[in-house]
Structure formats: structure tokens, C-alpha cells
């Protein structure tokens, strides 16, 4: 969706693999225009629908966070666009999410506010680093700021959908049906090839 004018662009970016027992890293960037008070909202209610709590992929019973997901596609958070990219290791983490980034904030046309960017855990040191990786790119921005998803549920959103992908692109079927959901609803984009689905090694 292409936001009002008006609007200034919110980017929250979370991202999984890192571990080893991971052969793809995979980013995940919610863009969101408009209340952002609104949005986080309604995202506590369903995390308190779900049963997740404000409680991450990896620390959910499956059951709760695939609610989660398929409770985020039902009801259709306005003016939220998710963005994810996948990349086969070894890969610095850094590039991914400045490929992600680049590409959701300019998928939206140009804004009149620069965008404001939150990246769950990043340090200061590599915050300015991105900041000014993106803007020799062209890209129009505030300085990237970190937080971190306990106190941020559009962090813990990005968060919940880098692990269905994951989790998805290694063949675990129920993750595979809230995939391939959001992408023909057009509710998530890839700015990368997306794998075919693998056996988990």
C-alpha cells in the first residue's frame, strides 16, 4: 500500500538464524504508517488472544504462535506492509538488513518525513553504521535506534514471522499453510528468491 503524504513510515526489523544450526538467515521488516500507538494495541490483543504474552518465537508453544499469525492475517493490521528477504549462509548479518531496509522503505515511494527505523538488539556503533549505509543509498531516514522486542510489540511481530519463515522453508507444514497464506493475500512481500522448502538437515 502506498501510504497518505502525510504519514511518516515506521520500520521495525528482526531477523533469525544467526545460530548455527541455521544454513539461512532471514530478515523481516514491518512497515507501518499512521498510529502507532493504535498498532501496538492491537497487537497486545492478540498476543493475549494467542496466548503468546509478549513472549518470542523460539520461547512460544506452537500452537500459541501460529494462533498469533493466523489471528495477525485475520485481522488485517491496517497500514502494515511485512517485508522479509532469505539469504543461504555464511553471510554477515549486516547486509541483509541493509538490503531488506533499502528495499521496503523505497517499495513505498518517497515520503515527505524520514522514515524511523527500530532494530531489535542492534548496538549504537552498528546502528550509525546502517543509518549511514542506507543514506548513501538514497534512503531517507532518522538515525536506526535499537530496541528490543520486551518492550516493543511490533518488534516481537517481525520476530514471529522470521521464525514461521524459518521454519516454513525447512518443511514444517502448518508454518508452510500461514506462509503461503500471507504471500497470496498479499499481507507479506519477498524482496529475495524465496527457497523452496528443504527437508530440515
Not at 72 to 98: H, M, Q, S, T
Not at 164 to 172: E, Y
Amino acid at each position: 500500500m502506498t501510504p497518505n503524504p502525510k504519514e511518516r513510515l515506521y520500520c521495525y526489523v528482526d531477523e533469525t538464524g544467526q545460530d548455527p544450526g541455521s544454513d539461512i538467515f532471514v530478515v523481516v521488516v514491518v512497515v507501518s504508517a499512521g498510529n502507532q500507538d493504535a498498532l501496538r494495541q492491537a497487537l497486545i490483543n492478540i498476543e493475549e488472544a494467542a496466548g503468546t504474552g509478549r513472549g518470542k518465537w523460539h520461547k512460544s508453544q506452537p500452537e500459541r504462535r501460529l494462533r498469533y499469525l493466523n489471528l495477525a492475517l485475520e485481522r488485517n493490521l491496517e497500514g502494515v506492509d511485512v517485508y522479509f528477504g532469505v539469504y543461504p549462509k555464511p553471510i554477515p548479518f549486516f547486509f541483509p538488513i541493509l538490503e531488506v531496509l533499502e528495499g521496503a522503505i523505497k517499495s513505498k515511494g518517497k515520503a515527505v518525513a524520514p522514515a524511523r527505523v527500530f532494530v531489535d538488539g542492534i548496538d549504537r556503533q552498528k546502528a550509525g553504521e546502517l543509518t549511514n549505509a542506507l543514506r548513501v543509498r538514497g534512503v531517507s531516514l532518522e538515525k536506526v535506534r535499537g530496541r528490543r522486542d520486551e518492550s516493543e510489540p511490533v518488534i516481537r511481530l517481525a520476530d514471529m514471522w522470521a521464525g514461521c519463515i524459518r521454519a516454513a522453508l525447512k518443511r514444517s507444514p502448518e508454518e508452510g499453510k500461514v506462509l503461503d497464506a500471507a504471500l497470496n493475500a498479499r499481507l507479506l512481500w519477498s524482496l529475495t528468491a524465496v527457497p523452496k522448502k528443504r527437508k530440515t538437515p
